[in-house]
């Protein structure tokens, strides 16, 4: 008996274009009496009938109704947003970025228990942040906790863009925020940030990456035993031969 809602978010450099906002609506399940014929089934008659429906083929992936309906969600007396920014929207390999995360409360409630989770494109560093931050590899979390009605904050993250980032790349970050309602309900929020590596700074990181593949390539290791054995050849062979003479 509840209506989930949900939206398809699709993104690459140019930036994020929002679907449709859907819902569906999950039913009670029936009554232990018409189980039978309904196609539900229960494991145990003391507890709560698990809604088991099969499928037919004929009919599509679910046989149940309604299914969609096209609404928007009601707005509680919270109104939390969430949006992203970067002092450096065209960065070069090796730069930095301040990169800040702006949460807003617009209602008249406040809202609890807000996490804000930010997932970095690998081509960056995190380096430092001005709250506390969990990081496991390119996820970091921050324990925002209380936002009060009619105020905002803001997460400040300084990073570095890798050395060995090719030109044109574009770097996507990713930001939810996660809250309690004043309902008790679980609501979050979500924002999108892409930037694109400059394409005419990156001529250092291309020379470092053919260094760094001559390095590990077979055909360097020749050519320095090469080098190697000419100057042996010509500083302690040829030359003594040469004052003999």
């Known amino acids: ?43 145990n008659s003391q507890t709560a009938p698990i809604p088991v429906r099969s499928v037919p083929a004929a009919t599509g992936y679910f046989s149940a109704t309604p299914i969609v309906r096209k609404s928007a969600p009601k707005i509680g007396p919270e109104f939390v947003s969430l949006d992203s920014q970067a002092d450096n929207a065209n960065p070069s390999a090796g730069d930095t970025i301040d990169y800040s995360v702006i949460y807003k409360n617009s209602g008249k409630a406040a809202v609890s228990r807000a996490v804000l989770k930010i997932v970095l494109p690998g081509d960056v560093q995190y380096e430092s942040s001005n709250l506390s931050a969990d990081v496991v590899g390119d996820n970091l979390s921050f324990n925002i906790g209380t936002v009060k009605a009619q105020s905002q904050g803001a997460v400040n993250i300084k990073l ?24 008790g309900g679980v ?28 390095l590990t390539s ?8 090469l080098a190697l054995g000419f100057g042996i050849y010509h500083f302690f062979i040829k030359k003594p031969d040469d004052d003999l003479a």
Request: aromatic fraction near 12%; avoid cysteine.
């Open 1 to 43: 008996n509840t209506v989930y809602f949900y939206r398809i978010a699709a993104q690459n450099s140019n930036g994020t274009s929002y679907g449709e906002t859907l819902s569906f609506y999950n039913q009670l399940p029936p009554s232990s009496a018409s189980q039978a014929s309904s196609g539900f089934v229960s494991s």
């Open 160 to 183: 570095r863009v890798r050395s060995l980032t090719r030109s044109g790349t574009a770097l996507m970050f990713g930001s939810v925020l996660n809250y309690v309602d004043a309902s």
């Open 187 to 214: 609501r979050s929020t979500d924002a999108y940030l892409a930037i694109k590596i400059n394409e005419s700074a990156s001529v250092s990181a291309s020379l470092i990456d053919v260094i760094g593949s001559l």
């Open 218 to 225: 077979w055909v360097f290791d020749i050519i320095v035993g």
